[in-house]
């Protein structure tokens, strides 16, 4: 079992830049596919970072390519999301997702994932 807390979230002006980090417990998140998701009103979730387990390597979608950069602290336990250059459309519910045998071409799939986090709020305004 594998417990996710996301923190980090809140309010930001277009071009500011926020941290979300996701502290897991029941597991070292080196061993998991973790992801980050978000979801906005009205509209389906989506990934927008992924960092696969045992260094296997990062991906971004196209939306947030360049501005955001997804990390992980082992000894901290925990994933991040570094968000720049923020942007009007980036407002979301925020989720980390952990996947223990999520194959490559699965990673974006919401469904591969077998732990989430409550989500944190990120409100960006212009």
């Known amino acids: 079992q594998v417990q996710l807390q996301e923190s980090g979230g809140g309010m930001a002006q277009v071009g500011d830049s926020l941290r979300l980090s996701c502290a897991a417990s029941?597991?070292?998140?080196?061993?998991?596919?973790v992801a980050w998701f978000r979801q906005a009103p009205g509209k389906e979730r989506e990934s927008v970072a992924i960092?696969?387990?045992?260094?296997?390597?990062?991906y971004y979608a196209d939306s947030v390519k360049g501005r955001f950069a997804i990390s992980r602290d082992n000894a901290k336990n925990t994933v991040s999301l570094q968000m720049n250059s923020l942007k009007p459309e980036d407002t979301a519910v925020y989720y980390c997702?952990?996947?223990?045998?999520?194959?490559?071409?699965?990673?974006?799939?919401?469904?591969?994932?077998?732990?989430w986090g409550q989500g944190t709020q990120v409100t960006v305004s212009s």
């Open positions: 029941g597991r070292t998140v080196s061993t998991a596919t």
């Open positions: 997702a952990a996947g223990m045998g999520v194959i490559l071409s699965n990673i974006w799939n919401g469904a591969a994932y077998d732990y």
């Open positions: 960092i696969r387990r045992h260094g296997g390597g990062t």
